[in-house]
Structures are given as C-alpha cells and as structure tokens.
C-alpha cells in the first residue's frame, strides 16, 4: 500500500484527497483555519482591530503554505497544469 496521501487532479492544478489520511488532513486544516479566525474575531462587535487583522493574515499565509508543501509531499505524482487531454 503506499503512503501517498494525495494524487494529481485530472484536469487544473493542485491535488486531491485520495485516501482518509488525506480527508483527515483537510479537515483538520480547515479546523485550524476557522478555530485560528474565531479566535482573532473575538475582538467584540468591531470584529477584529488591524493589528489583530494583519497577524491572523500573517498566520493564515503561513499555515496555507505549510499545508501546500505537506500536500505535495505527500501527492503521487507532479503538481502541474492539466486539460484533462493529456493521454
């Protein structure tokens, strides 16, 4: 069994889920991500303060690119642009 956790999407770019680890990490992103902004958005009714906005920002950049470089490495195959007519 191998332990790819991601395969190339057929058409576009990027990857997607091929096996539960894979569905477990998505989800656990998108848990962090909404739990990270819940968090700065407990400023009270203004939301959040621009200090605060640019740190969840910063915060929300830098989980992304993590997640993405996780994803490739753990994807079979290259991330590339496709039109799904490639044979």
Same mark, same amino acid.
């Given at each position: $069994?191998? +332990?790819?956790?991601? %395969?190339?999407?057929? !058409? &576009?770019?990027?990857? #997607?889920?091929?096996?539960?680890? =894979?569905?477990?990490?998505?989800?656990?992103?998108?848990? !962090?991500?909404?739990?990270?902004?819940?968090?700065?958005? /407990? &400023? =009270?009714? +203004? =939301?959040?303060?621009?200090?605060?906005? $640019?740190?969840?920002?910063?915060?929300?950049?830098?989980?992304?690119?993590?997640?993405? #470089?996780?994803? %490739?490495? %753990?994807? +079979? &195959?290259?991330? %590339?642009? /496709?039109?799904? /007519?490639?044979?």
């Amino acid at each position: $069994m191998s +332990d790819y956790w991601f %395969k190339p999407k057929p !058409v &576009g770019y990027g990857a #997607r889920p091929s096996s539960w680890k =894979g569905w477990l990490a998505v989800a656990g992103f998108i848990f !962090v991500q909404v739990a990270l902004a819940s968090l700065f958005m /407990r &400023g =009270g009714a +203004d =939301g959040m303060a621009s200090g605060a906005f $640019m740190l969840w920002f910063t915060a929300f950049l830098l989980i992304t690119w993590a997640f993405i #470089r996780f994803c %490739k490495s %753990k994807s +079979d &195959g290259e991330w %590339k642009w /496709r039109t799904g /007519r490639e044979q």
